[in-house]
């Protein structure tokens, strides 16, 4: 732990001007993940900005039918709110597969999206890191890397992105918007997060200062077909091996769209347009979607302990697949496979 | 005799309850005391070597910084090794913090920073600049096991293997069905919900009383009083409350060292709290590989047993645990094999954890014994009960008393065993393979020389003491139980004392021997109360009792009364006014019986069983049921009793599914160190868990016939779950923990 100072903001402007300012500075949210690495000594802000007093914790409709989850909007309160349950099930889904009820009433929407990878080499400082340090290294590559991507991955650096919301986020396109020194900007799902490639310490698009808003969910059809299922090593309260997030708009027999997003398997939701687009105009089948899996892990790539993250990812797309097929979403609290 | 109240057998709250949920129960980390500094240990980065040089100036500058100690200005401390050793110590010579410029375990503490605030202590300790040469390390056992060595020193309390008896490689060459495997345990770390700590209060004229996070209150007393040069009038260790230990607070750590250390120094009173990762710095469950051969006939009665295992120890200790004398101590054979060796690595010394050795010991040969089952299609139970013995074959003795036919029996009844098909993916429900399998558990009941001491006053109040501890396992409650049997007083008029280094002396609370070592001292006080108030009682003018011996006498309601005329009574005030005193007090040792312990060998068993779900597509696994049939002699409290063995398979659970220290050989480190990603079971991944004890009848080992439950409920639960595994989905996985990606090869 550093020593840091800290200031509530008063207003959005305040509060992006403050970071924007100053290089060591930093938002707090909830502060589950920044506390946590700022207690490892990962990150070591000289200021932090208390955002959560600020004015970003609605839920609303939007003009074109959809609804914007404000940043501070709590990842319990997203959950459990009544639009989000009958119009994103898929989300309220996801979120609940992640984390712990404790944690899930202190986390925020924002937060959610930035948390940092949970990769055992970057949480411990004694250790070297490209992503905490660059140019250290990466010793997962070689070292202890069950945990650790299969898709996308560089020589810099094999981390994972951790989250579950942003698993179904992707898959529902969702849209963040953020407030900057120059007004505001959207960015979409698939381009908010980053593959590590030689960068591995910057893990989105989001500019120092910038300040997440709101995420907004463009209408969607998938309050039937879809499933958020969780793959981790014991039934509760850990990361995922590998997680897929699959929502499908079936017209009579066939798959009129369709949407698949996997967790745990990349530094950043990985979805792939080719392999939604082999499943449009198609009928549901085992076989199709063996072909799916196979076409989406067509790069995998495996490391001394993770080479059964492949399997599982394979296995794990049929199976969400046939659950969103089904319309039998993997139930959160009932742990046995749908 | 005991029956007055009958308390004891009855279950009983916990009498420290409401303090540990109110949180009036202080921990060893939230001890007060005026002007208290903290301190924050900074650990090595690299696991051999030296280091090179320290840069403290960025930490001291810090405002509120007091002092940064490093092998360089650490005060002078005691010079023989055996000064370091506490009363678990295995052979060799004890870790001594900041002794030398030496790094030789990755997390090694190198640095004590301590400052007016906990805060500042942490934020100047990552400012500390360590330089280090860097030196090969070595801790994978795989490279380290060819030079593994059978211990030449052994450890006091730790049974070597015996020798070897008959033949049992011809034997196992000669058998018709052989069994012959590879079996591992991944190292596990205790993860005690309290991390370490220690509050040392200096106090005028530099007396420490210290609160340390212990199992054994002398033991850390003890230590520092040789390892700093102080009489141990000068040094009180109290540890009411422990948070969880599991054998993680049976030595002094190293934070007990820096505390005391620094308070001496600075003349202060200062506290030292291991962070979680921090807890992964120290003692652990040691990687064990364990190869059994089993060799039997087709009616599975076993020709030969050879268990071998090589297990972890660091390069300054020989740890030693019992590991492969459970084969032949469970089954009948001629021909045994057994030899334990150790393989040094370049971690900390391994330390004691909940049944240490039995617990990996025995899921290995129950494993191999599922193995024999499915080998010569006879089952499980049935092939225990072929070989089963009712002798200590090593040692030619009796048991005290073994109930283990019953467990199996009861068990299987309430499990339904009876309606299991034996055929792997027999069962299935939807997607979920559904497997049964079952284990035998065992551990030795020992019992240790304890004393307390026993204090009534004529209000009726009645205290017990003893310096043993209560690591959460119902310590309080029970000596309470068996004090209000004795005395015949009420639950409320007692009051129990212990985790006090100035109590009446007793060892580390371990290896579930404190409810018969310090239940029988505090027995035996409160017997000694009972006589000298009976004498005052019969010596009262006109006492009702004057012709009657104790034989023929009741204590109950705070009363002597005759058991067959209960009109006739003496009152506890009566009699010791006649006597002419205000209070009894009685201190008496327990200790075990040499006759009992050199003509039987005393052992609780267990039959666990276990009920698996498979998901077939993905490989995750539910243990959505688990009957344990414990025999264990009287069971003194049936509700903390049973907490015990709850607490224990839910270890085993996490043995068998989902606990590993993983450690990056490169860098010679544990690398999960958190509990996000060291996993134990949550609530999630718990079902249905239910406990029977099985009566048994114990009148050997200690007049109670307690033998202790505290680690009988881990051992024999993995295996069980991995039998159920198999018998799910006819895969054999002999690397616990069983993880997904094992069940998907
Ligand atoms: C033990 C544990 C288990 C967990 N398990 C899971 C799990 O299974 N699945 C899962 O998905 N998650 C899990 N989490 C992670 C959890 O979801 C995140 O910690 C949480 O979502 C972060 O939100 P927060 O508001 O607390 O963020 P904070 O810790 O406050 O902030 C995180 C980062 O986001 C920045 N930030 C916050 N808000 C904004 C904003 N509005 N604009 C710009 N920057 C912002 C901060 O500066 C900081 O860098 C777990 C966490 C823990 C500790
Ligand atoms: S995988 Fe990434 S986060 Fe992990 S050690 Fe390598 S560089 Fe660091």
């Not at chain 1, 085992?286 to 790539?301: M, P, Q, S």
């Not at chain 2, 092998?71 to 023989?80: D, I, K, Q």
């Not at chain 2, 295996?719 to 996985?733: E, F, P, Q, W």
Request: hydrophobic share 40%.
């Amino acid at each position: 732990m550093n020593r840091f100072s800290y200031v509530r903001a008063e207003s959005i402007d305040e509060a992006v001007r403050e970071v924007v300012t100053d290089p060591t500075a930093r938002f707090i949210a909830g502060g589950t993940n920044l506390i946590d690495l700022m207690k490892y000594n990962v990150e070591r802000p000289e200021r932090l900005i208390d955002i959560t007093r600020l004015p970003l914790n609605e839920i609303e409709e939007t003009d074109g039918g959809g609804l914007r989850v404000g940043a501070l909007v709590t990842n319990d309160a997203a959950a459990h709110d009544p639009r989000i349950q009958a119009r994103y099930p898929l989300l309220s889904s996801a979120i609940m597969a992640g984390a712990s009820p404790q944690l899930r009433n202190a986390a925020t929407t924002g937060g959610n999206l930035l948390q940092r990878t949970r990769c055992y080499y970057f949480y411990d400082s004694g250790t070297p890191c490209n992503k905490r340090e660059p140019g250290t290294g990466c010793p997962a590559s070689f070292g202890r890397n069950r945990i650790h991507a299969i898709l996308g991955t560089s020589n810099h650096c094999i981390a994972t992105h951790p989250s579950d919301m942003c698993v179904a986020l992707a898959a529902l396109e969702a849209v963040v918007h953020v407030a900057g020194p120059d007004g505001t900007r959207a960015i979409s799902m698939a381009d908010f997060h980053r593959l590590p490639g030689d960068t591995p310490e910057i893990d989105t698009n989001l500019r120092h200062g910038e300040m997440i808003l709101a995420v907004e969910l463009p209408p969607a059809d998938f309050g039937t077909n879809y499933t958020y299922l969780k793959l981790r090593d014991r039934l509760s309260y850990a990361f995922a091996l590998v997680s897929v997030a699959a929502a499908l708009r079936i017209d009579g027999r066939t798959i009129a769209e369709a949407r698949l997003a996997l967790g745990g398997v990349a530094h950043k939701p990985w979805r792939d347009s080719e392999a939604e687009n082999m499943l449009r105009g198609q009928a549901a089948s085992a076989e199709r979607f063996a072909d799916v899996a196979d076409y989406i892990l067509r790069d995998a790539k495996a490391f001394d302990d993770n080479a059964f993250k492949i399997d599982l990812a394979r296995r794990a797309i049929v199976t969400a697949l046939s659950q969103a097929a089904a319309g039998t979403p993997q139930s959160q609290t009932d742990k046995r496979i749908q | 005799m005991l029956q007055a109240n009958g308390y004891i057998g009855v279950p009983q709250n916990r009498v420290d309850g409401r303090a540990k949920v109110t949180g009036a129960a202080q921990y060893a980390a939230e001890f007060d005391a005026p002007n208290l500094a903290y301190g924050i240990v900074v650990s090595s980065a690299i696991a051999k070597g030296r280091i090179t040089s320290i840069d403290a100036s960025a930490a001291l500058a810090v405002p509120g910084v007091i002092q940064v100690f490093t092998h360089e200005n650490r005060s002078r401390t005691a010079w023989f090794d055996r000064s370091y050793r506490d009363e678990t110590a295995p052979p060799g010579s004890p870790f001594r913090p900041l002794y030398d410029d030496a790094v030789v375990y990755s997390g090694q503490p190198v640095a004590l920073v301590v400052a007016e605030e906990y805060e500042i202590a942490a934020c100047a300790a990552s400012l500390v600049q360590i330089e280090y040469e860097t030196d090969t390390h070595l801790t994978d056992i795989d490279l380290a096991k060819n030079e593994a060595y059978a211990p030449p020193r052994k450890r006091s309390g730790v049974k070597e293997p015996p020798s070897p008896r008959g033949d049992a490689e011809e034997a196992f060459v000669q058998a018709p069905v052989k069994i012959h495997h590879e079996y591992r345990v991944a190292i596990e770390h205790h993860n005690p919900m309290e991390p370490h700590a220690s509050t040392v209060i200096y106090q005028e004229g530099g007396k420490l009383v210290i609160h340390d996070k212990t199992q054994g209150a002398q033991n850390s007393q003890s230590y520092v009083a040789s390892v700093f040069g102080l009489s141990s009038d000068d040094v009180q260790v109290v540890a009411p409350f422990v948070g969880g230990a599991f054998g993680s607070g049976l030595r002094p750590q190293y934070q007990l060292f820096l505390a005391v250390m620094a308070a001496l120094e600075l003349k202060r009173s200062i506290r030292v709290v291991l962070t979680r990762d921090q807890m992964f710095t120290f003692g652990y469950r040691p990687l064990t590989i364990q190869t059994i051969s089993l060799g039997a006939g087709p009616d599975g009665k076993l020709q030969s047993i050879m268990h071998d295992a090589i297990q972890t120890t660091s390069p300054w200790e020989d740890y030693q645990e019992v590991v492969v004398n459970w084969s032949n101590l469970l089954y009948h054979c001629d021909n045994v094999k057994l030899t334990y060796k150790l393989a040094q690595v370049d971690t900390y010394t391994p330390i004691d954890m909940r049944a240490p050795g039995a617990a990996i010991g025995v899921t290995a040969i129950e494993t191999a014994m599922d193995e024999l089952a499915y080998a010569t299609g006879i089952d499980p139970i049935e092939l225990r009960l072929r070989n089963y013995t009712e002798t200590d074959e090593a040692n030619k003795k009796g048991f005290t008393s073994k109930e283990l036919r019953a467990c199996y029996q009861i068990g299987a009844e309430r499990f339904g065993w009876s309606k299991r098909n034996p055929e792997p993916r027999s069962m299935r429900d939807g997607r979920e393979l559904v497997g049964w399998g079952m284990a035998t558990g065992v551990w030795e009941a020992i019992m240790q020389k304890t004393a307390a001491r026993a204090v009534l006053t004529q209000d009726g109040k009645l205290e017990v003491s003893s310096a043993t501890a209560d690591i959460g396992t119902g310590t309080y409650t029970i000596l309470t139980q068996i004090a209000a049997d004795t005395l015949g007083v009420n639950m409320e008029d007692v009051t129990a004392r212990i985790g006090d280094s100035s109590l009446p002396k007793s060892p580390v609370q371990g290896g579930s021997w404190t409810a018969a070592s310090a239940g029988s001292a505090v027995q035996t006080a409160c017997q000694t109360v009972r006589e000298k108030l009976f004498k005052y009682a019969r010596q009262m003018d006109d006492s009702p009792l004057a012709n009657a011996s104790i034989e023929q006498v009741t204590f109950a309601n705070g009363k002597i009364l005759l058991t067959n005329d209960p009109s006739s009574s003496v009152t506890f005030a009566q009699a010791m006014q006649a006597g002419g005193v205000d209070r009894i007090e009685a201190e008496e040792k327990a200790s075990p019986s040499l006759q009992t312990s050199m003509s039987y060998s005393g052992y609780s068993h267990s039959a666990v069983f276990a009920e698996v779900r498979v998901d077939e597509g993905l490989g995750i696994v539910r243990v959505t049921r688990i009957v344990n049939a414990v025999a264990a002699g009287t069971i003194l409290n049936p509700k903390t009793a049973r907490s015990q063995i709850l607490g224990g398979v839910v270890f085993g659970i996490g043995m068998a599914l989902e606990e590993e220290s993983m450690l990056d050989h490169n860098l010679g480190r544990f690398m999960n160190h958190s509990l996000a990603e060291y996993h134990v079971p949550v609530n999630a991944d718990i079902y249905d868990i239910d406990v029977i004890f099985v009566s048994e009848h114990e009148d050997k080992l200690n007049p109670m016939g307690v033998k202790g439950v505290g680690e009988i409920g881990v051992v024999g639960t993995a295996a069980a779950i991995g039998n159920a595994i198999y018998h799910a989905t006819g895969k054999r996985i002999r690397d616990y923990p069983i993880t997904i990606d094992k069940l998907l090869k």
